[in-house]
T-cell receptor
């Protein structure tokens, strides 16, 4: 089935560690996105990429980094510089106006 | 500036009742899209509908219907004869122009609980 796969579903990180969240899509979409969701809030855009080897900062990029070496993959690294990383992270892809989302990764800092 | 307001934080209804989720938006753009997404407990956002700013026709899809009124900047979502499987968080979103998800502005969501 075509779709977006995020892994892992749950991730625990110690303070000071970098962690990488995986996002893979087989929809052949050009554009991919990372959003952060906090309780009681809407989604906020972290980074997006409209084409391989190119990406742009979203509204809350500080403390995060991404790469887009392949069309199918858009991993997100949460660095130790991100002061409040505990959140639900959603990856999405799109070819036209609709975005299609993965099932998310819940990151908890312990 | 773009803004989406979903004033209803949580709604509870008894199964088979009808329920309307409100969405009010602000934009100075003349071309934009409006969306509704459903987020079930599993976490992923499921696309429900897209409407462009030039199409104010209401839409019905099974038990779901959407009412788009530019005069009041509203894009409300009604579920008829609600079912337990409708329990989820529902997000309204606004897209600048015809852009992709990098131009999406989300509301804070409405949590709907359908009680059996």
């Amino acid at each position: 089935d075509g779709g977006i796969t995020q892994s892992p579903k749950y991730l625990f990180r110690k303070e000071g560690q970098n962690v990488t969240l995986s996002c893979e899509q087989n929809l052949n979409h050009d554009a991919m996105y990372w959003y952060r969701q906090d309780p009681g809030q809407g989604l906020r855009l972290i980074y997006y990429s409209q084409i391989v080897n190119d990406f742009q900062k979203g509204d809350i990029a500080e403390g995060y980094s991404v790469s887009r070496e392949k069309k199918e993959s858009f991993p997100l690294t949460v660095t130790s510089a991100q002061k409040n990383p505990t959140a639900f992270y959603l990856c999405a892809s799109s070819q036209t106006a609709e975005a299609f989302f993965g099932q998310g990764t819940r990151l908890t800092v312990v | 500036a773009q803004k989406v307001t979903q004033a209803q934080t949580e709604i509870s209804v008894v199964e088979k009742e009808d329920v309307t989720l409100d969405c009010v938006y602000e934009t100075r753009d003349t071309t934009y899209y409006l969306f509704w997404y459903k987020q079930p407990p599993s976490g992923e956002l499921v696309f429900l509908i897209r409407r462009n700013s030039f199409d104010e026709q209401n839409e019905i899809s099974g038990r779901y219907s959407w009412n788009f009124q530019k005069s009041t900047s509203s894009f409300n979502f009604t579920i008829t004869a609600s079912q337990v499987v409708d329990s989820a968080v529902y997000f309204c979103a606004l897209s600048r122009g015809w852009g992709g998800a990098n131009n999406l502005f989300f509301g804070t969501g409405t949590r709907l609980t359908v009680i059996p």
